[in-house]
Structures are given as structure tokens and as C-alpha cells.
């Protein structure tokens, strides 16, 4: 069973579009976070969210806007996509104290 | 602000060599470091987790160590394989509950077989 999962793996969209990606975890796990890796392959933290609740806002344009239905579910939506959003984009849980973080297969967003 | 710097940026050792890979960081006041693996176009997969309290983890021919004091980790890798071939990925956590993983830029092995 995977532990993280995320959706889609790819995602190709133009300019202005809106899209979503999805992630989901069932390792009972009570935080949540968004990470985005650029194209030097850099990963920097986006959001995170502690049983629905945001916790960590980087400094992050409005266009993207996180959303938690539950713990084990963050969603992430993009409005008026931009060109330089292109990048993959990696989900990952672990638990407020701390414990071992695992990710999702990350999805590559590319914007035309 | 926390930084962390990996080195060397990209290594290529033939098959059965014994290497370190090195994760150096700004601030002491960590929780845990953390340990991953990326292979081409793939997720991040967790190798091990140190604990601020510890001095080192292993698993199989992995091992890590941790110095904190000195803001310093190893990743040990005894008998590569060209299996191993992937970037290596060093993240520290600070000392707050919740907190985000701060990643270094990795590192890139490549085993030749």
C-alpha cells in the first residue's frame, strides 16, 4: 500500500488555467506539508497543515492555496498558472513531534 | 535561518568502494536529520532518521551519523552497488513541534559497475 500518494504525476496545462493536485496519506499521520522542487532540484517547504489546521505558510503567491478536508488529505490548488510555476511538486506527512517524514511521488507540473 | 550545504555536489566511484557523503548546517538547535534518497524523475524515499540525542544510525551497508554541536552528518555507504546510483538528500528539522524539513542541495553518486 502506498503511503503517500499524490495525483496526477503529470500534469501539462497553459497559461491562466486553474488546476489541482491531490495528495492523501494513510499512515494515521496528523501534519501535512507541501514542498516544491525547482529546476536545480532544490526543495524548499511551501505550507503545512496540522489536523487541518495551516501551520506553515512560506511566502507563497495567493494563486496557491492549500486545502485539508481531513488530516489525511491535503490539496493543493493553483489559480492563473504562471509560467515559472512549473516545477514537481512533493507531498509528504509525519506527526507534530517530529517523527520520520515520508513523501509522495511528487508531481510534475508544466505550464505552457 | 537555517542552512544546510551538502558535499560534494556529485561523486562517481566504481562498484565496491566505500564512500561518505557529507551535510554540514547552520543552526545546532535540531530536532532530527533525515536521510533520502531521489532516484531520476521519482519521489524521495527515507533512508534513516537521527535523532538530536543520537550519535548514529544504521541500516544494512547505510550508515549515519550525527554531530550536533558541531553541525555536522555523515552518510556512510559500505560496498557500493550501481544500485546506489541516486542524489542523496540531507534534511534537518528544528526544535519546534510541526516543523518543516530544510533540505540541503544534495548530493549526486553515481556507481560505476
Known amino acids: 500500500d502506498t503511503a503517500v500518494s499524490q495525483t496526477p504525476k503529470y500534469l501539462v496545462t497553459q497559461m491562466g488555467n486553474d488546476k489541482s493536485i491531490k495528495c492523501e496519506q494513510n499512515?494515521?499521520?496528523?501534519?501535512m506539508y507541501w514542498y516544491k522542487q525547482d529546476s536545480k532540484k532544490f526543495l524548499k517547504i511551501m505550507f503545512s497543515?496540522?489536523?487541518?489546521?495551516?501551520?506553515i505558510n512560506e511566502t507563497v503567491p495567493n494563486r496557491f492555496s492549500p486545502k485539508s478536508p481531513d488530516k489525511a488529505h491535503l490539496n493543493l490548488h493553483i489559480n492563473s498558472l504562471e509560467l515559472g510555476d512549473s516545477a514537481v511538486y512533493f507531498c509528504?506527512?509525519?506527526?507534530?513531534?517530529?517523527?520520520?517524514?515520508?513523501f509522495g511521488q511528487g508531481t510534475r507540473l508544466t505550464v505552457v | 535561518k537555517q542552512e544546510v550545504t551538502q558535499i560534494p555536489a556529485a561523486l562517481s566511484v566504481p562498484e565496491g568502494e566505500n564512500l561518505v557523503l557529507n551535510c554540514s548546517f547552520t543552526d545546532s538547535a535540531i530536532y532530527n536529520l533525515q536521510w533520502f534518497r531521489q532516484d531520476p524523475g521519482k519521489g524521495l524515499t527515507s533512508l534513516l532518521l537521527i535523532q538530536s540525542s543520537q550519535r548514529e544510525q544504521t541500516s544494512g551497508r547505510l550508515n549515519a551519523s550525527l554531530d550536533k554541536s558541531s553541525g555536522r552528518s555523515t552518510l556512510y555507504i559500505a560496498a557500493s552497488q550501481p544500485g546506489d546510483s541516486a542524489t542523496y538528500l540531507c534534511?534537518?528539522?528544528?526544535?519546534?513541534?510541526?516543523?518543516?524539513?530544510?533540505f540541503g542541495e544534495g548530493t549526486q553518486l553515481t556507481v560505476n559497475p
Open positions: 497543515y496540522n489536523n487541518k489546521e495551516l501551520i
Open positions: 534534511a534537518v528539522r528544528k526544535e519546534t513541534s510541526g516543523s518543516r524539513l530544510t
Open positions: 509528504a506527512s509525519s506527526t507534530m513531534m517530529n517523527t520520520e517524514a515520508f
Open positions: 499512515l494515521g499521520h496528523d501534519t
